[in-house]
Structures are given as structure tokens and as C-alpha cells.
């Protein structure tokens, strides 16, 4: 199965769409984004290692994490607008404590479509305040970042599918 990472930022938009299907069930994938002990394992690029702040997964909910490397630390937070259990999306905003004020919060959408043989496609659409907004998200890293995670999340939902 492929699992390619695919990430589309066409030149003069303000959006970005992530796609990364995985071997395991929506169910699980949803758990894995939902469950603050579980997105830890994962969430990032492999050389930080991430705390919760505060994590309320649900429909008017808020979440903090703190990633941190060495003596570097990097916090992130949101709104969670909207969590479907029953049509596995998340809708919420994302904002990197880095840069002040509110041009680099984004809006994301998070879908989970359902594919043959138990597997999951996992979609993420956001919407940023500007392209310039849009141009520094792609330009920090994160595509290393979402690879080296979603990989981890690869071993972590064979584990949880294996019981272990």
C-alpha cells in the first residue's frame, strides 16, 4: 500500500492540503489523533519530544502541547471547533506560540476516509489568515515533521491493532 506523504500548497493560496493513508482502521487512526497519550508518541519530527499542557479533544475544547529539544521549546495551540466520532473529522485552529498575533493561526480540517482492506486516508485541509502566512507554515520543516511522525504513528497503530 502506498503511503506517501502528500502535501499541495499551490503558488498565490493561502491553504494546504495534507493526504497520508494508513494500514489500520478510522477508528484507530481517530484514536491515535484524539488520545493525548497516544498523539504524543508521534507528533513531530522524531528529534522532539512532546508534552501536554492541556487537552480537551471535543466540540468547543481547547488543547497546549510543548515540543522541546535540548533547551529549545516550541508551544503550540488551538480551539477545537468540532470533534465527529461517528464521521471521524476534527475541525480546530492551530497556532505556533513562536510568532505573536494571529497571522499564522490556521484553521485545519481533519478527515478520515474509510479505504478497502481496513486501511485509512487520512485528509487535512488548512486555511491560513495570508499566503505569506501560508509560505512560512511549508518553509518551517513540516513536512519532515508530519513524515517522521506519521511514520511513528505507522509503528504505534500496528502495535494498538496487535495489542500490544
Same mark, same amino acid.
Given at each position: 500500500?502506498?503511503?506517501?506523504?502528500t502535501?499541495? !500548497?499551490?503558488p498565490g493560496?493561502?491553504?494546504?492540503?495534507?493526504? $497520508?493513508?494508513? /494500514? !489500520?482502521?478510522?477508528?484507530?487512526v481517530? @484514536? !491515535?489523533?484524539?488520545? +493525548? /497519550?497516544?498523539?504524543?508518541q508521534f507528533?513531530?519530527?522524531d528529534?522532539? #519530544?512532546?508534552k501536554i499542557?492541556?487537552?480537551?479533544?471535543?466540540?468547543?475544547? @481547547?488543547?497546549?502541547?510543548?515540543?522541546s529539544?535540548?533547551?529549545?521549546?516550541?508551544?503550540?495551540?488551538g480551539?477545537?471547533?468540532e470533534v465527529?466520532?461517528? %464521521?471521524f473529522?476534527?475541525? @480546530?485552529?492551530?497556532q505556533f506560540?513562536g510568532?505573536p498575533?494571529?497571522?499564522?493561526?490556521?484553521?485545519d480540517?481533519?478527515m478520515? %476516509?474509510e479505504l +478497502?482492506g481496513?486501511?485509512?486516508?487520512?485528509?487535512?485541509h488548512?486555511?491560513? +489568515?495570508?499566503?505569506?502566512? $501560508?509560505?512560512?507554515?511549508? @518553509?518551517s520543516?513540516m #513536512?519532515k515533521?508530519?513524515?517522521q511522525?506519521? !511514520?511513528?504513528? /505507522?509503528?504505534?497503530?500496528s502495535?494498538?491493532?496487535?495489542?500490544s
Amino acid at each position: 500500500m502506498n503511503k506517501e506523504l502528500t502535501i499541495l !500548497a499551490k503558488p498565490g493560496s493561502q491553504e494546504v492540503f495534507i493526504s $497520508r493513508a494508513f /494500514d !489500520a482502521p478510522r477508528a484507530l487512526v481517530f @484514536q !491515535a489523533h484524539t488520545d +493525548p /497519550d497516544l498523539i504524543v508518541q508521534f507528533l513531530g519530527p522524531d528529534d522532539l #519530544e512532546t508534552k501536554i499542557d492541556y487537552w480537551e479533544m471535543k466540540s468547543g475544547g @481547547q488543547y497546549r502541547y510543548v515540543s522541546s529539544r535540548g533547551n529549545q521549546s516550541f508551544g503550540f495551540h488551538g480551539v477545537i471547533h468540532e470533534v465527529n466520532s461517528v %464521521e471521524f473529522y476534527i475541525t @480546530q485552529t492551530f497556532q505556533f506560540e513562536g510568532i505573536p498575533g494571529n497571522e499564522n493561526v490556521s484553521l485545519d480540517f481533519l478527515m478520515l %476516509e474509510e479505504l +478497502p482492506g481496513d486501511r485509512t486516508l487520512l485528509k487535512i485541509h488548512s486555511i491560513l +489568515p495570508s499566503v505569506m502566512a $501560508r509560505d512560512m507554515m511549508i @518553509q518551517s520543516g513540516m #513536512e519532515k515533521g508530519i513524515s517522521q511522525g506519521y !511514520a511513528r504513528l /505507522d509503528t504505534l497503530l500496528s502495535d494498538l491493532k496487535n495489542g500490544s
